[in-house]
């Protein structure tokens, strides 16, 4: 818990809710994994089981979750050349800083946001598991690494404890740890967001475009809510005292991209998730789609239809930035 409770945060139940939502993920991402729908070798690491099967719509899911994203993130730091920063808002049990080392994609420094409780677990893994920590030390200059509780900081990487909405506090804590306004920088969200009340996340959107002048916001979440699939979504989250206080942005794809358009963002895109799974490789998909049976591709079809990726622009520095969008199979990029 944070030493002062913050004015607006809902109960303790609703923020305990919300941090569970972290597990599920990590638990769905660890069964994709060891179906063998992509490979992360540093999940098992955070979640020792694969758990209780999941169904295959969920695992196609997370495969394009996971794809889209990387797709995204890989070509903006392809495009920075790596001098850049990267800031994963919420980013629970992520694996993407040591995904990135071992593809050399490393920016110059990735940082993770995250409640408390989330940041003591995640540094005490880093601790414990040699094959966590040997990657931090590979890129430090110093024998030490600055750790307690609730921060790890290395040249590379670092993790803070924040609550995202308190935007002031979490920034004084990421400027301590070097992060730098004059680099172009990559914030990155899943499923976060729609936790947080409109007022919250437009608060955070726009620290984020009035901050950095080159910047590049990826966000991966609910979208469509307003139709009866939608709504038992809600119903459903809502029965485990999850609520989703930001639905009403996630009403449609033009509510997504007037989040940004409205903080101040230059240009604004989004694509639901069954559009991005069919501009996902495709020897790839048919590869993940020999895996399991899936006997009703409708399914699927409504889940996708219900999450889309978002991302915003600015770029002041001209970097071409807004050409990393999604390729499309006759070549084109599918940008803003």
Same mark, same amino acid.
């Given at each position: 818990?944070?030493?002062?409770?913050?004015?607006?945060?809902?109960?303790?139940?609703?923020?305990?809710?919300?941090?569970?939502?972290?597990?599920?993920?990590?638990?769905?991402?660890?069964?994709?994994?060891?179906?063998?729908?992509?490979?992360?070798?540093?999940?098992?690491?955070?979640?020792?089981?694969?758990?209780?099967?999941?169904?295959?719509?969920?695992?196609?899911?997370?495969?394009?979750?996971?794809?889209?994203?990387?797709?995204?993130?890989?070509?903006?730091?392809?495009?920075?050349?790596?001098?850049?920063?990267?800031?994963?808002?919420?980013?629970?049990?992520?694996?993407?800083?040591?995904?990135?080392?071992?593809?050399?994609?490393?920016?110059?420094?990735?940082?993770?946001?995250?409640?408390?409780?989330?940041?003591?677990?995640?540094?005490?893994?880093?601790?414990?598991?040699?094959?966590?920590?040997?990657? %931090?030390?590979?890129?430090?200059? &110093?024998?030490?690494?600055?750790?307690?509780?609730? =921060? !790890? *900081? +290395?040249?590379?990487?670092?993790?803070?404890?924040?609550?995202?909405?308190?935007?002031?506090?979490?920034?004084?804590?990421?400027?301590?740890?070097?992060?730098?306004?004059?680099?172009?920088?990559?914030?990155?969200?899943?499923?976060?967001?729609?936790?947080?009340?409109?007022?919250?996340?437009?608060?955070?959107?726009?620290?984020?475009?009035?901050?950095?002048?080159?910047?590049?916001?990826?966000?991966?979440?609910?979208?469509?809510?307003?139709?009866?699939?939608?709504?038992?979504?809600?119903?459903? %989250?809502?029965?485990?005292?999850? &609520?989703?206080?930001?639905?009403?942005?996630?009403? =449609? !794809? *033009? +509510?997504?991209?007037?989040?940004?358009?409205?903080?101040?963002?230059?240009?604004?895109?989004?694509?639901?998730?069954?559009?991005?799974?069919?501009?996902?490789?495709?020897?790839?998909?048919?590869?993940?789609?020999?895996?399991?049976?899936?006997?009703?591709?409708?399914?699927?079809?409504?889940?996708?239809?219900?999450?889309?990726?978002?991302?915003?622009?600015?770029?002041?520095?001209?970097?071409?930035?807004?050409?990393?969008?999604?390729?499309?199979?006759?070549?084109?990029?599918?940008?803003?």
């Amino acid at each position: 818990q944070m030493a002062s409770r913050l004015p607006f945060t809902d109960s303790d139940a609703a923020d305990e809710a919300v941090r569970a939502t972290c597990d599920d993920a990590s638990s769905c991402k660890r069964f994709a994994t060891s179906k063998g729908y992509w490979s992360d070798p540093y999940i098992q690491y955070f979640v020792r089981q694969a758990g209780e099967r999941k169904a295959p719509e969920i695992n196609r899911g997370y495969y394009a979750r996971v794809q889209g994203m990387s797709h995204l993130l890989e070509a903006f730091i392809r495009r920075t050349e790596g001098n850049c920063q990267v800031v994963n808002l919420g980013a629970g049990l992520d694996t993407n800083f040591w995904r990135l080392k071992d593809g050399n994609l490393l920016p110059k420094k990735y940082f993770e946001v995250d409640f408390p409780m989330i940041v003591a677990r995640k540094i005490h893994n880093i601790k414990t598991k040699p094959p966590l920590s040997k990657s %931090l030390i590979e890129t430090h200059s &110093t024998d030490s690494l600055m750790m307690d509780g609730h =921060s !790890l *900081d +290395s040249d590379r990487f670092c993790i803070v404890a924040a609550d995202l909405r308190d935007v002031l506090d979490m920034e004084d804590k990421l400027k301590k740890f070097q992060l730098d306004p004059g680099l172009p920088t990559l914030f990155l969200s899943e499923c976060v967001m729609v936790y947080m009340t409109p007022e919250q996340s437009s608060r955070l959107v726009r620290w984020a475009s009035d901050t950095f002048h080159t910047a590049m916001f990826i966000n991966y979440e609910q979208v469509n809510m307003a139709d009866r699939f939608g709504q038992v979504m809600i119903e459903n %989250l809502q029965r485990r005292q999850c &609520t989703l206080a930001g639905a009403d942005t996630c009403q =449609s !794809l *033009d +509510s997504q991209k007037e989040r940004f358009l409205n903080a101040g963002w230059e240009s604004a895109d989004a694509l639901d998730m069954m559009t991005v799974y069919g501009l996902l490789p495709q020897e790839d998909v048919a590869r993940i789609e020999r895996l399991e049976f899936l006997d009703e591709k409708e399914l699927l079809q409504q889940l996708l239809q219900h999450y889309c990726i978002s991302w915003a622009f600015k770029d002041k520095l001209r970097l071409g930035t807004s050409t990393a969008g999604f390729q499309g199979r006759d070549g084109c990029v599918f940008k803003c």
